[in-house]
């Protein structure tokens, strides 16, 4: 872990620690036998969490055996992996009424300095197989999204132990890696193709940059609270889309024979948002939260195409570009 992440863990857990330790001078004390009081609905809810140490991967592949015979199916696979990706998240919550609420989240990573890309290259001739593996290490400018929803109640339990909410909404979530360094680590040619071997390009120099955005235009989900004591809740969320657009960058900057981008892919798939976790009870109006979030988006129609110097686009069918990031969260939860 970097002395920038450190830094920026303590000063977070300072905060926290200072807030706790307010809360608990005038937070009463309460027992688990005690029965469950009816909860007032608070008009504002505010949210600070962090996403901590996530870990995530985006891939994707196409297929271009059209373009070229001796090109396999798939032609190309692509895998940006990353690891101990600290995100922080704002919230808030406005409550219209008994029923109806307003929500917003944005979530924006504090480092994000460690990670691998694998750029996997195959051949149709004489069978499909691998033609070339090269390794460079991931940094870059990480990752941020936006939650826009509404929604309203459906369900209260009984003895005020809890509720179930309904939400739609909008997400946009962007991931942008900056590939350096080049190490060929297989190298098979078949036929006119050539490749070099060892490392190719030192560390220092960067040698790939991919941008993928995530649209997804409409989701819908639940959102429930369950009170085990007054001070003690499970609380879960999940959201699914159908509909998910993606638009992806990816620039080979050391090629000098295509563009910036070098090739773009647009497509269409599906998206799934997972939170579980546990909430404890400070004060009256401030709460302790932790649990396990996962983000997945998937295409399952699309189109590749590449930007050659001096030539026209070419366009061939996207196999795959999936994004998936999941880790533990930990927050702080004030409504008033």
Same mark, same amino acid.
């Given at each position: 872990?970097?002395q920038?992440?450190?830094r920026k863990?303590?000063?977070?857990?300072?905060?926290?620690?200072m807030? =706790?330790?307010?809360?608990?001078?005038?937070?009463?004390?309460?027992?688990?036998?005690?029965?469950?009081?009816?909860?007032?609905r608070?008009r504002?809810?505010?949210?600070?969490k962090?996403?901590?140490?996530?870990n995530?991967?985006?891939? *994707?592949?196409?297929?271009?055996?059209?373009?070229?015979?001796?090109? +396999?199916?798939?032609?190309?696979?692509?895998?940006?992996k &990353?690891?101990?990706? $600290?995100?922080?998240?704002l919230?808030a919550?406005i409550?219209?009424?008994?029923?109806?609420?307003?929500? +917003?989240?944005?979530?924006?990573?504090?480092?994000?300095d460690?990670?691998?890309?694998? &750029?996997? &290259?195959y051949?149709?001739?004489?069978? $499909?197989?691998?033609?070339?593996?090269?390794?460079?290490?991931t940094?870059?400018?990480?990752? *941020?999204? %936006?939650?826009l929803d509404?929604?309203?109640r459906?369900?209260?339990?009984?003895?005020?132990?809890g509720?179930? &909410?309904?939400?739609?909404g909008? $997400?946009?979530?962007?991931?942008?890696y900056?590939?350096?360094?080049?190490?060929?680590?297989v190298?098979?040619?078949?036929?006119?193709?050539?490749?070099?071997?060892?490392?190719?390009r030192?560390?220092?120099?960067?040698? =790939?940059?991919?941008?993928?955005?995530?649209?997804?235009?409409?989701?819908? +989900?639940?959102?429930?609270?369950?009170? %085990?004591a007054r *001070?003690?809740?499970?609380?879960g969320?999940a959201?699914?889309?159908?509909?998910?657009?993606?638009?992806?960058?990816?620039?080979?900057?050391?090629?000098?024979d295509?563009?910036?981008?070098?090739?773009?892919?647009w497509? =269409?798939?599906?998206?799934?948002?997972?939170?579980?976790? %546990?909430?404890f009870?400070?004060?009256?109006n401030?709460?302790?939260?932790g649990?396990?979030?996962v *983000?997945w988006?998937?295409?399952?129609?699309?189109?590749?195409?590449?930007?050659?110097?001096?030539a026209?686009?070419?366009?061939?069918?996207?196999?795959?570009?999936?994004? =998936?990031?999941?880790?533990a969260?930990?927050? %702080?939860?004030?409504?008033?």
């Amino acid at each position: 872990m970097s002395q920038s992440t450190m830094r920026k863990g303590v000063i977070f857990g300072m905060m926290i620690g200072m807030m =706790i330790g307010m809360s608990l001078l005038s937070a009463p004390v309460l027992s688990s036998a005690e029965e469950v009081e009816p909860a007032s609905r608070q008009r504002v809810e505010l949210s600070l969490k962090s996403w901590m140490f996530t870990n995530g991967e985006t891939k *994707w592949s196409h297929d271009a055996s059209g373009l070229d015979s001796r090109l +396999g199916n798939p032609t190309s696979k692509l895998t940006y992996k &990353d690891n101990n990706t $600290q995100i922080m998240e704002l919230g808030a919550r406005i409550n219209l009424s008994r029923r109806w609420f307003l929500r +917003g989240e944005v979530g924006f990573s504090v480092e994000f300095d460690r990670g691998k890309m694998t &750029d996997d &290259d195959y051949l149709s001739t004489g069978g $499909q197989h691998l033609f070339s593996r090269t390794n460079s290490d991931t940094t870059g400018h990480g990752t *941020w999204y %936006l939650n826009l929803d509404g929604g309203g109640r459906v369900a209260e339990f009984a003895g005020n132990r809890g509720y179930l &909410d309904v939400f739609g909404g909008f $997400q946009y979530w962007r991931t942008r890696y900056e590939a350096s360094g080049v190490y060929q680590e297989v190298c098979n040619p078949s036929g006119a193709f050539t490749c070099g071997s060892g490392t190719v390009r030192p560390a220092a120099v960067l040698a =790939i940059v991919n941008t993928t955005n995530w649209i997804t235009p409409v989701r819908v +989900g639940v959102q429930t609270e369950y009170r %085990l004591a007054r *001070w003690f809740s499970l609380e879960g969320r999940a959201a699914v889309s159908p509909i998910s657009i993606v638009y992806n960058e990816d620039n080979h900057v050391l090629r000098t024979d295509l563009q910036n981008p070098s090739f773009t892919m647009w497509g =269409i798939g599906a998206s799934a948002n997972v939170d579980a976790g %546990l909430k404890f009870m400070l004060t009256k109006n401030l709460a302790l939260t932790g649990g396990y979030r996962v *983000w997945w988006n998937r295409t399952y129609s699309g189109t590749w195409e590449n930007h050659p110097v001096g030539a026209a686009s070419e366009s061939a069918p996207l196999r795959e570009l999936q994004t =998936i990031r999941h880790g533990a969260t930990f927050g %702080l939860t004030a409504a008033f």
